[in-house]
């Protein structure tokens, strides 16, 4: 009796947050296709206009573009510095592995805005903060920790035997790297990218406290554009938001597309060498 009130309990906790988020979504989507919208249970007519208004008023072809380029820019320098460090932490064993393993975690487990402010003070002392460079730099600090752990498995399902047979029968490094570690690791590449490029166009705190004018994502701007002064319609900053939830589905689809869970479990029974 006492396990099927704690189901029904789970239940019951589940099915409410489900029809809450069901709810806001669905406000949104119809707040942002309303002409008018005032103490009815829907609106009397709809219109998309406010698509239009958001994207000229809001400045969104420039804020978009700049979310394009720091998301692609941090996937692939992520995977550039994130690719050799996982590799030598899968394949070396040395005094200060878990010391480093520990300090690559810390940016992935402690809140973001903890080490964001200083790391936003520092920036701005010289003279990086409220740059597109700047927020490239902050938003990397728990994206290249994240590229490694995804990439770790990967490299330790690959048997060194290969590597090995390759040297023996002539290949360099950079070629056992073309041809053998590259192919191979091709799979994890692609699941680092993808969760990088999900994280990285979600991510608010870090970008929040670099970013300048100029320089903000798709995010903070929308941020911004809520609590700004001014008289702004509520229906445009609707679409402005159903656009940013429409960017983030989009890819979070992509991800579970191409990236399986069982993809990022460490392989605990792997032997040590």
Known sequence: MHGRMWGLALYMFVLVFILNFLGL????????????????????????????????????????GITVFVALTVVFLSLVLGFPAAYILARRNFRAKPVLMLLY????????????????????RWGVGGSVTGVILAVMVPMVPLAIFIL?????????????????????????????????????????????????????ELTFLVSGAGSQTLVVALFY?????????????????????????????????YVRPTQMVFRLDQPRR
Not at 40 to 54: K, Q
Not at 105 to 124: E, H, S
Request: hydrophobic share 55%.
């Open 25 to 64: 979504v669905s406000h949104v989507l119809v707040s942002a296709f309303a002409k008018r919208w005032f103490g009815t249970p829907l609106p009397t007519s709809f219109t998309t206009e406010w698509f239009t208004y958001a994207w000229t008023e809001f400045g969104l072809a420039h804020v978009l």
């Open 105 to 124: 975690f810390l940016p992935l487990l402690i809140p973001q805005m903890t080490y964001g402010i200083p790391l936003a003070t520092t920036m701005f």
């Open 152 to 204: 770790m498995p990967f490299f330790e399902q690959i048997s060194l035997n290969l590597e090995w047979g390759a040297a023996m029968m002539g290949a360099n490094r950079f070629q056992v790297f073309r041809r053998i570690l590259l192919p191979l690791t091709l799979p994890g590449l692609l699941t680092a990218g993808v969760l990088v490029l999900v994280n990285t166009v979600s991510n608010f």
């Open 225 to 257: 554009n809520v609590f700004a002064g001014g008289v702004r319609p509520v229906y445009s900053v609707d679409a402005m938001a159903l656009m940013y939830m429409t960017t983030v589905m989009i890819l979070l689809l992509v991800a579970l597309r």
